[in-house]
């Protein structure tokens, strides 16, 4: 399959993934049970249960929803620039300009963001926790901390890459600049 149309394929799955990202964030934080028939959907904040969620007063729901935008609004953008990324790739002149520099640019953004939204992510749960226990006249919640073995794999790889893809560009950029010497 040619990487036009790999592109083609993978900017509709990446359309396809931020929906369902944006679409679960809010359905975790309004609440909202779907349903389909005698099927029926729950979908509950990372770190609490259903029931717990619906508890939440107006202030620890506004809190919730703005500690838990950064990581949603980082994987929105990387998942922008992978597809200007991908976009590149279905033009004509792709071939020639495929290790352009906003070519790296934009996977080099698209590392960083995931990166950081798994950052974001991690760190929500707990910082949530923290800002509920000293918002007054609260309801208390357990303390829930889960870190799993690929989210860090993932936040690795993804440094890895943002690395690498820097690695890419300071090389692209010295090529050109080496290009203008000879």
């Known amino acids: ?38 099927w029926h959907m729950q979908v509950s904040v990372r770190g609490m249960g259903w029931e717990e969620s619906q508890q939440l007063s107006a202030a620890q729901w506004s809190a919730g929803i703005a500690l838990g935008l950064p990581a949603l609004l980082c994987i929105l953008f990387g998942l922008m620039k992978l597809n200007r990324l991908l976009q590149a790739l279905q033009l004509p002149d792709a071939q020639k300009n495929m290790f352009s520099l906003g070519n790296i640019a934009c996977l080099h953004s698209f590392a960083g963001a995931l990166a950081l939204s798994t950052l974001f992510g991690i760190v929500e749960v707990p910082l949530r926790h923290l800002v509920f226990t000293l918002l007054p006249d609260v309801y208390a919640h357990r303390l829930s901390v889960s870190v799993n073995a690929e989210e860090l794999m993932l936040l690795l790889v993804c440094l890895v890459f943002y690395l690498v893809t820097g690695m890419l560009h300071e090389g692209r950029r010295l090529a050109e600049e080496n290009e203008g010497f000879i």
Not at 4 to 25: M, P
């Open 1 to 38: 399959m040619k990487i036009k149309n790999q592109s083609r394929l993978v900017r509709g799955l990446l359309l396809i993934c931020a929906s369902v990202q944006v679409l679960y964030f809010v359905l975790a934080w309004t609440g909202l049970t779907p349903h389909l028939g005698t």
